[in-house]
C-alpha cells in the first residue's frame, strides 16, 4: 500500500506503506490508513523527525568509530538514509506551517 501526504501548501509526497508506519510512529501516532497532521502540531512533528535522524546519524558514527576500533571498515549503506527519505515530508510541514495548511493522508 502506499500513503499520499497532501497539503494545498505543497508538492504530494508518495511513501510506501513500511515507511509511512515508521514515520508516524516517528510522530508518535499509530499507522492509520487516514489521518490529519494539523498546523499546531507541525513544530512538534519537526523536532520528532530531526530527532529521530540525529540518533539514526549518530548509531551509524558510534558504530563507524567502533569498527575503526577494531580496525574493520563498515560496509557502505545499501538503503536510503532515515535523513533522505524524511526530506520530502519535512519540506512539506515547513511549507504546511508557513502557509497555515494541513497535512493529510488517506483522503
Not at 505543497?10 to 514515520?23: C, I, P, R, S, W
Not at 513544530?43 to 574493520?72: K, L, S, T
Amino acid at each position: 500500500m502506499l500513503y499520499k501526504f497532501k497539503s494545498k501548501a505543497a508538492g504530494d509526497v508518495v511513501m510506501l506503506e513500511e515507511n509511512a508506519h515508521q514515520l508516524l510512529r516517528i510522530l508518535g501516532r499509530e499507522p492509520q490508513a487516514k489521518g490529519i497532521l494539523e498546523v499546531a502540531a507541525m513544530p512538534a512533528a519537526m523536532a520528532a523527525i530531526e530527532a529521530a535522524v540525529e540518533e539514526e546519524e549518530q548509531a551509524r558514527r558510534e558504530a563507524q568509530a567502533e569498527a575503526a576500533a577494531n580496525g574493520r571498515k563498515l560496509p557502505a549503506r545499501s538503503a536510503v538514509t532515515l535523513r533522505q527519505r524524511t526530506w520530502p515530508l519535512l519540506e512539506m510541514i515547513r511549507r504546511s506551517q508557513k502557509a497555515g495548511e494541513v497535512i493529510v493522508w488517506g483522503v
